[in-house]
């Protein structure tokens, strides 16, 4: 594994908002820009070339999450597969008199490209319904399993690992549950487990999961669906029937061989690289937690992805943190990319019961294959400094 980052001494630690391109991924993709531009659905040697190049990126794909390649739809990315999972299964419904009680659920530490379709779905008349963490971040069945046996659900999304604190979710039993209890699917976004933790769909018996390319080396504006049954989603874009008439649009075929190549390589290095990450991240924790007074992990120790880390620092404000490590050269970041430019509290630190001293000190490192020891000493001493800084100003007690 290579990687063609090399930006002088920058330090990046934002891998949960994006990855680098890996060089072997970026190598397997330039032919896809250069002489093999044919259209996937031309009926000639160009298309041919495109169309092959496409079906053995879906292999590599379905091999990663254990499905079979048919069972894979590539999309323009997480938000996408995430938006086709939940309005296309439900879509077809419409709100009419049977399916007027219908109940959909999800849980309230979810992505943004997931809680706003359930929004929009809420806005049409549906009745959806967000369980509730604890203090790790980890959903209550008890929730779950009381509203299954109460209300006729639809439809159930749960993430399998969270982008904001890295919680891992118990799928497999929030799916045995769910499927117990009632004919509704479920859908899972693993977009931040995805290459990290081992995923076998048929093992946690979903019926939809999305994926991203751009969190684990591939290129950015690619991802896939998981569709156990095809037929029970209703295409977001209608066209040219490309994707089997799932996802209709000619194929981002650079994206999509850049996207295999990079799934082949995860599953090649699965265990062996996450060990030494996991490593590295359980002693960056360590020394922030001895080298930092008044501060704590967020989220759980042992069911966590194995290059978040998640720290809150009472008494100076998060967005300050990442202004001062960005001076010192190092990336991180509060929490959620996409909404890291709002102003506003993070849903999912409110949600684990973080009171709002904590959610407003909150810092998100995220290691990735990138990272060396020595970068992760330089961060442990660049935040205790900013720390100190920051508490001088405040007047809160760094002792
Ligand atoms: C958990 C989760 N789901 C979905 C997405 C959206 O994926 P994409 O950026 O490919 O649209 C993200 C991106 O940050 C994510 O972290």
């Not at 299954?148 to 118990?170: F, Y």
């Not at 995805?194 to 690619?222: A, M, R």
């Not at 049954?229 to 194929?251: M, N």
Request: with cysteine; hydrophobic share 35%.
């Amino acid at each position: 594994m290579t990687l063609a980052m090399n930006q002088g001494d920058l330090i990046y630690f934002d891998n949960a908002a994006s990855t680098p391109v890996l060089s072997e991924v970026i190598q397997e993709m330039v032919p896809y820009l250069g002489n093999h531009y044919g259209n996937p659905s031309s009926q000639h040697t160009f298309g041919f070339n495109t169309s092959r190049a496409i079906e053995k990126a879906r292999r590599h794909v379905a091999y990663l999450i254990g499905s079979s390649p048919d069972e894979i739809t590539f999309t323009s990315g997480g938000t996408e597969a995430n938006n086709l999972a939940i309005k296309g299964s439900i879509s077809r419904l419409g709100i009419n008199n049977d399916n007027k009680g219908t109940v959909l659920i999800s849980s309230s530490i979810e992505h943004d490209s997931v809680l706003q379709p359930f929004n929009s779905l809420k806005a049409q008349g549906f009745n959806v319904k967000f369980v509730e963490v604890n203090r790790e971040g980890i959903v209550n069945l008890e929730s779950l399993l009381e509203i299954l046996k109460k209300d006729k659900v639809m439809l159930v999304s749960i993430m399998l690992a969270n982008n904001e604190v890295g919680t891992i979710q118990p799928i497999k039993e929030l799916t045995k549950i769910t499927h117990e209890n009632s004919n509704a699917l479920f859908h899972c976004d693993a977009v931040q487990a995805l290459g990290k933790i081992p995923i076998d769909v048929k093992h946690l018996d979903v019926d939809l999961l999305s994926l991203s390319s751009h969190k684990i080396y591939g290129p950015k504006g690619v991802g896939a669906i998981y569709t156990r049954d095809r037929d029970q989603l209703t295409p977001l874009i209608d066209g040219g029937g490309q994707e089997k008439s799932l996802r209709s649009g000619t194929e981002n075929v650079y994206g999509i061989v850049g996207f295999g190549g990079a799934c082949k390589i995860a599953s090649a290095n699965l265990n062996e690289n996450w060990s030494k990450i996991k490593k590295l991240r359980d002693y960056l924790i360590d020394r922030v937690l001895s080298a930092i007074p008044r501060c704590h992990v967020n989220g759980s120790r042992s069911q966590r992805l194995p290059n978040n880390a998640h720290f809150s620092f009472p008494g100076v404000k998060g967005e300050d943190i990442i202004v001062k490590l960005n001076e010192y050269g190092i990336a991180a970041s509060t929490g959620a990319a996409c909404s890291s430019n709002k102003a506003k509290p993070s849903h999912v630190l409110k949600a684990m019961g973080l009171s709002l001293l904590e959610i407003e000190g909150s810092l998100r490192l995220t290691l990735g294959h990138q990272n060396t020891m020595y970068e992760v000493e330089r961060v442990i001493l660049a935040l205790e400094e900013t720390i100190k800084e920051l508490r001088r100003h405040s007047g809160f007690p760094n002792n």
